[in-house]
């Protein structure tokens, strides 16, 4: 009895083990992957209330030296809404967030100190003046208060001391699920060692998987709640989207580990059972 309750605890710990470094590995993949990080911008760009303010602050950049009457902000608005939606602006956003996630992640990998001072931003000008082009040729009788070319127009994605504590946290997440590895296959080779019957000893993996697996996806499925949860009242469905999107991709690999360990499981229960009828 003693040695099926080791085995248990054992098997309870390699589970969570492994639950905790699927979950680690996935947040650090993608944090660092430049494709994903790109996805999870497009899907913020998708929301309406996000083009509507986007298109909002680059009128604003256009119009600052030279206010317009309400009659014409509104068209232009509405029209820069239209632009910020459509698909040559949705690939400009991509590739500008791109540009500015490859250094971002050089940054965050790299041990050289960072100037708190100093900010990542991304530059929007070049799609600013796409925008103020088709403004200029829709509202003629705006010409003249808007400018011939647009002022120079970023946003900040992370300033230095953020940097310097985004940075901390990859370190320690990137050490983390190395250790996690190293640990879960420390006990999951225990368990096969510790098993003597050979169901047991295909089935006790499996099991583990299976249930770190279904761990796992238990949490990916909550991750837009709790990110609706943390976001302001007014973006809080975008908060949600964002989730959503964000955790897809550790749903997706739950699914397809808790699909194997459970094929696993009723491959060796099957194989077992014919072992026993043969004996009999």
């Not at 256009?62 to 690939?91: E, G, M, N, R």
């Not at 837009?224 to 690999?253: C, H, K, N």
Request: proline share 5%; aromatic share 6%; no cysteine.
């Amino acid at each position: 009895m003693p040695r099926r309750l080791f085995i248990i605890a054992v098997g309870l710990i390699a589970t969570l083990s492994f639950a905790l470094g699927l979950t680690t590995n996935w947040a650090y993949s993608e944090a660092l992957n430049t494709s994903k990080f790109v996805q999870t911008a497009d899907t913020i760009l998708d929301d309406p209330l996000v083009q509507e303010e986007l298109a909002t602050t680059i009128v604003d950049s256009l119009v600052q030296d030279s206010p317009l009457p309400q009659i014409l902000l509104a068209p232009l608005t509405k029209t820069a809404s239209t632009i910020v939606a459509s698909p040559t602006f949705q690939t400009f956003w991509s590739d500008a967030i791109r540009e500015i996630h490859q250094p971002l992640v050089t940054q965050l990998q790299s041990d050289t100190p960072i100037d708190k001072t100093a900010a990542l931003r991304v530059d929007l000008t070049e799609m600013v003046n796409a925008v103020l082009a088709d403004l200029r040729t829709q509202f003629p009788r705006a010409a003249g208060v808007l400018p011939t070319t647009a002022p120079l127009v970023e946003f900040e994605l992370i300033d230095g001391e953020n940097l310097e504590s985004a940075r901390q946290i990859v370190g320690t997440v990137n050490i983390l699920r190395w250790i996690l590895a190293i640990i879960t296959v420390a006990l999951l080779s225990l368990l096969t060692f510790m098993s003597r019957r050979s169901g047991h000893l295909t089935r006790t993996p499996a099991i583990v998987v299976s249930a770190g697996a279904l761990i796992a996806l238990i949490t990916a499925s909550a991750i837009p709640s709790v990110a609706q949860s943390f976001a302001d009242s007014e973006y809080a469905q975008t908060a949600r989207t964002v989730g959503t999107s964000v955790a897809s991709s550790l749903q997706t690999q739950a699914i397809v580990l808790l699909v194997i360990g459970l094929g696993f499981i009723g491959g060796a229960t099957l194989l077992q059972r014919r072992r026993q009828s043969l004996t009999q």
